[in-house]
């Protein structure tokens, strides 16, 4: 469904992303596993078209984004690392907003609101300023903002940072029923227990590299994830 070939990105001197090559199959939980600066968020913003690789290409369905942007963009939900909603808004209205530059009809828009918050079981704070919700419901509200025009694949930048061990479980387990749902999943995370818990396969990145790229299981081979990633993340 998403493959990339020798991709690149680089900010003058500094080679954020060094000409990897992988595909993410449809319908599988894909996770980019690396320290902080291992190229994770600018991989993922060049999936999202929010940065263009400096070499390489990328495929969405057998099309390479270049000119082909509107479709790759009808594909994708975005879930950002940062809370980036309005805060003179209410849940409801955030959600209206996102669903109006989506071009969802009025119907729809109601519709769709309705069954997301009864989802993430945020109907009895909808009407409640987002200042107000606690971290767990803001980054729920975030998943559902990102899933109001029923994309195909879900990216998700560092999903459950900050948040205490319950309410990463909470996530954890939308993210396993959004799969069941057939929506595919790409998500970066430093955390080796998220990963795996979620991932069918994961890829490690080191300073920009592909390290590794397999399945939990056959990295760990009867070790532990967190030892083969720190051998090779050095």
């Not at 263009?52 to 879930?79: D, M, Q």
């Not at 609101?113 to 909808?126: A, G, N, S």
């Not at 990963?195 to 890829?203: K, P, S, T, Y």
Request: charged share 30%.
């Amino acid at each position: 469904m998403i493959e990339l070939c020798d991709v690149e990105k680089i900010f003058g001197s500094v080679r954020a992303v060094d000409k990897i090559s992988f595909t993410i199959e449809r319908g599988e939980v894909f996770g980019l596993l690396g320290k902080n600066g291992a190229g994770k968020t600018t991989t993922i913003k060049m999936l999202t078209l929010q940065l263009k690789p400096t070499a390489g290409e990328i495929f969405f369905e057998g099309r390479p984004t270049l000119g082909n942007e509107i479709f790759v963009k009808s594909l994708l939900g975005l879930v950002p690392q940062h809370l980036n909603f309005d805060q003179d808004l209410t849940v409801e209205e955030n959600l209206e907003l996102h669903a109006r530059l989506h071009h969802l009809s009025k119907a729809e828009r109601r519709e769709r609101i309705d069954e997301l918050l009864k989802f993430v079981e945020l109907e009895k704070v909808r009407r409640s300023n987002v200042r107000e919700l606690s971290g767990g419901m803001k980054r729920r509200l975030l998943i559902i903002r990102a899933l109001i025009h029923r994309p195909k694949i879900l990216l998700l930048d560092e999903p459950t940072v900050a948040l205490d061990p319950q309410v990463r479980r909470k996530i954890w387990e939308l993210l396993t029923d959004l799969k069941s749902r057939g929506i595919t999943i790409v998500l970066t995370t430093h955390y080796i227990e998220e990963a795996e818990f979620l991932c069918d396969r994961v890829a490690i990145l080191n300073r920009g590299r592909l390290v590794a790229l397999d399945t939990t299981e056959n990295l760990c081979a009867g070790r532990p994830l967190e030892e083969i990633f720190i051998a090779l993340t050095k």
